[in-house]
């Protein structure tokens, strides 16, 4: 390691110290800004916070407004020089809690702890762009590829509307470093990560009396039942694919045959060719009973991140930079999905950049302060590197 490199990493760790206080005022004002998926007008309130942020920076922005949710937030540096080469910055702003969350699970700063919802899935992330960028900027730091940033606001609901204009980005950007948080209280980066298939089994049966002939009818119920042990007989553990029945429903009355019935199905498997095969099998389910119809659709909406040369080269990258500042990481497999299984279609990604914590989704969520320090510091290390993987 050349002695310059890890000056210019204590001079930006140096930063970040010395910026703490701000760094944790940004974060806890943008945790008060209740942010959930499924309203539009607290979503435009956190794109317009982040906006005006970025705008100080110096960057170009552009809020676009979805249909459902709140849209996204691109933003580029006012200086791109055309044709350059890019590396994408990835996160939301949407959280899986409900307005006036704050009431019962409060922002509070204890025992070197930063809790409150959304503050570790990922508003904690977002808060390492911002100030990565600005070391970056007030260091004067040397950038060969240009960081351009997308914040999605529908994440947690499965990235319907904005998927579209995060493929567009990948397939032009040398890398992609994903701001989703670290995995366990260990900080393991994530490496790799499942694809997650959705898909509804329907049945049509035909309904009578259940007491006055039973015999006429043909139970949906009875036929999802066969359905349902042999879905469940697709399961392997050993490969990482599982297929849950999560929801089952079916008949009007218990004194109906029942007539309709239908399952949801969640898969989840580590590579695309078990992806493909598990989609076979599901579709290829025949009926065990006579006279009925059964309706299956639904396929792999996100495909797996898998862990290929390009994104393991770009962990390796991490590692080095990580013993700069001291920091021993670890990578690790992560059974959820995230943008960075759709980024790394295309290109190199690294996922779980975040700030380590624990409690995504749960009320006791929330980040070690001085973790937040010590990530920002190895996302602007790694904004800095020259090496393009793909």
Not at 97 to 114: A, F, R, Y
Not at 263 to 282: H, M
């Amino acid at each position: 390691m050349s002695n310059s490199k890890q000056h210019i990493a204590n001079t930006i760790k140096k930063y970040l110290e010395d910026n703490r206080h701000d760094m944790l005022n940004f974060l806890k004002d943008m945790v008060a800004i209740e942010s959930p998926s499924n309203n539009k007008e607290a979503l435009h309130n956190i794109i317009k916070f982040l906006e005006d942020k970025f705008r100080s920076l110096g960057f170009y922005t552009i809020h676009v407004k979805g249909e459902k949710g709140g849209g996204y937030l691109y933003a580029r540096p006012l200086n791109k020089e055309k044709n350059s080469p890019s590396q994408l910055l990835l996160g939301h702003c949407d959280t899986v809690w409900d307005l006036n969350t704050l009431n019962t699970m409060p922002i509070s700063e204890s025992k070197g702890k930063l809790t409150g919802p959304g503050v570790y899935d990922m508003k904690a992330g977002l808060t390492e762009i911002i100030f990565s960028l600005s070391a970056i900027k007030t260091l004067k730091l040397d950038v060969s590829q240009t960081p351009i940033v997308l914040i999605n606001s529908d994440e947690e609901v499965g990235s319907h509307e904005s998927t579209p204009i995060i493929k567009r980005l990948s397939k032009v950007v040398s890398r992609a470093f994903i701001l989703e948080p670290p995995l366990g209280v260990e900080g393991k980066l994530k490496t790799e990560r499942k694809g997650i298939g959705r898909f509804t089994v329907t049945i049509k049966g035909r309904a009578t009396h259940a007491g006055l002939d039973p015999e006429k009818g043909i139970n949906a119920i009875v036929e999802l039942a066969h359905q349902v042990q042999k879905l469940h007989a697709m399961n392997d553990f050993d490969k990482g694919i599982t297929v849950n029945v999560g929801l089952i429903e079916g008949g009007t009355s218990a004194n109906v045959v029942a007539a309709a019935s239908n399952a949801v199905i969640d898969v989840r498997v580590y590579n695309q060719k078990d992806g493909d095969y598990i989609t076979k099998r599901i579709h290829e389910l025949k009926p065990m009973l006579d006279d009925v119809e059964l309706v299956i659709t639904g396929g792999i909406g996100r495909q797996p991140m898998e862990k290929t040369s390009r994104n393991q080269q770009l962990w390796k990258l991490a590692q080095a930079d990580a013993k700069l500042i001291g920091l021993s990481l670890e990578e690790a497999s992560a059974g959820g999905g995230s943008d960075g299984n759709t980024t790394s279609l295309y290109t190199a990604t690294l996922d779980g950049l975040g700030t380590t914590g624990d409690g995504a989704h749960a009320t006791h969520e929330f980040i070690y302060i001085d973790k937040l320090i010590e990530r920002t510091a190895l996302l602007t290390l790694l904004l800095l590197e020259k090496s393009t993987t793909n």
